[in-house]
Nanobody, 125 residues
Framework: SIRLVESGGGSVQAGGSLRLSCAASGPTDERQMMAWFRQVPGKEREGVAVIESDGRTIYATFVKGRFTVSRLQDNAKSTVSLQMNDLNSDDTAVYYC?????????????????WGQGIQVTVSS
């Protein structure tokens, strides 16, 4: 089965940086496309960034060049990272790693069958 484990969250001041990582394991054909989503209490989960099976990336408009998603494949496991720079208080949320058996797609949570447990990111102004 697919297992996704996030790490790297925490607290940072506005303007600072954090790097989130997602360790993914399980059948590779079930996690071809990987993504990061985020959610704050009372709001719907929103897409942040996608990396498709061929390495193409898609970002939410609010990212505005501040975040970079990447993937490192190492045999049966892969690590998907989200480098976040110039953070602001609006970026405070629980961030989730997600995996899809589709090779390509969009920032639509319904496309992703597998989810990590989530990790808190808090940005103080």
């Amino acid at each position: 089965s697919i297992r996704l484990v996030e790490s790297g969250g925490g607290s940072v001041q506005a303007g600072g940086s954090l790097r989130l990582s997602c360790a993914a394991s399980g059948p590779t054909d079930e996690r071809q496309m990987m993504a990061w989503f985020r959610q704050v209490p009372g709001k719907e989960r929103e897409g942040v960034a996608v990396i498709e099976s061929d390495g193409r990336t898609i970002y939410a408009t609010f990212v505005k060049g501040r975040f970079t998603v990447s993937r490192l494949q190492d045999n049966a496991k892969s690590t998907v990272s989200l480098q976040m720079n110039d953070l602001n208080s609006d970026d405070t949320a629980v961030y989730y790693c997600a995996a899809s058996r589709r090779p390509w797609g969009a920032l639509d949570a319904q496309l992703y069958a597998y989810w990590g447990q989530g990790i808190q990111v808090t940005v103080s102004s």
